[in-house]
């Protein structure tokens, strides 16, 4: 079955640090992954997604993650955190085995930002 | 303004009651999604629809009835309410990724 895992339900970063975020999803085929972000009390807004090509993807907000098939993994990351990016970050894995337009979400990591 | 929407959003109803809400999109996707949220739960995917008169079970639709007329809109209909049921849900919108409306906070007492 397809799964996405976010090991880390919180993490807190000091701002102006870096960060990264952990997905590892299992998919049986050839998988399209996402990130959003959920600021309290909204919905979900789409960081980046990944569908082919290079495996290195940019988002919006200057965050970036990187696909790593050999470790099914999809990291998210930005070089320096804004207290503003303080939110839930969801990953999610879609694809041919769940019709390309279902998606599976992970639990979702709380990201705290410190002064 | 273009985008998807979701009525009401917030709202208190009554175990045993039947309350629908509402999504609307101005996209034109031929996809639409509702998804409820629980701690610990992360998003749950109740129903799909891939276009108008077509929809499908997802993971957790026992309870809810959705329908799909027109293009742009997908109700979600709550039959007779229960307490499992309070949760914020949310709609969302697709032909390659997913557009997420603001969601609807219910509360069942």
């Known amino acids: 079955a397809q799964s996405v895992t976010q090991p880390d339900i919180h993490i807190t970063v000091s701002e102006g640090a870096s960060l990264e975020l952990r997905c590892n999803y299992s998919y049986g085929a050839t998988p399209y992954l996402f990130w959003y972000v959920q600021s309290p009390g909204q919905g979900l807004q789409l960081l980046l997604k990944?569908?082919?090509?290079?495996?290195l993807v940019q988002g919006i907000k200057g965050f970036e993650a990187e696909f790593k098939r050999s470790q099914s993994s999809f990291n998210l990351r930005k070089p320096s955190v804004h207290w503003s990016d303080a939110a839930e970050y969801f990953c999610?894995?879609?694809?041919?085995?769940?019709?390309?337009?279902?998606?599976?979400f992970g639990t979702g990591t709380r990201l705290l930002v410190s002064p | 303004d273009a985008g998807i929407t979701q009525s009401p959003r917030y709202k208190i109803t009554e175990t045993g009651r039947q309350v629908t809400l509402m999504c609307h999109q101005t996209w034109s996707h031929s996809y639409m999604f509702w998804y409820r949220q629980d701690l610990g739960h992360g998003l749950r995917l109740i129903y799909y629809s891939a276009a108008a008169d077509i929809t499908d079970k997802g993971e957790v639709p026992d309870g809810y009835v959705v329908s799909r007329s027109k293009t742009e809109n997908f109700p979600l209909t709550l039959e007779s309410a229960t307490r499992s049921q309070t949760s914020v849900y949310f709609c969302?919108?697709?032909?390659?990724?997913?557009?997420f409306g603001p969601g609807t906070r219910l509360t069942v007492t």
């Open positions: 990944y569908f082919s090509g290079d495996t």
């Open positions: 999610a894995v879609g694809g041919m085995n769940t019709g390309f337009q279902k998606l599976v």
């Open positions: 969302a919108s697709s032909e390659r990724e997913q557009y």
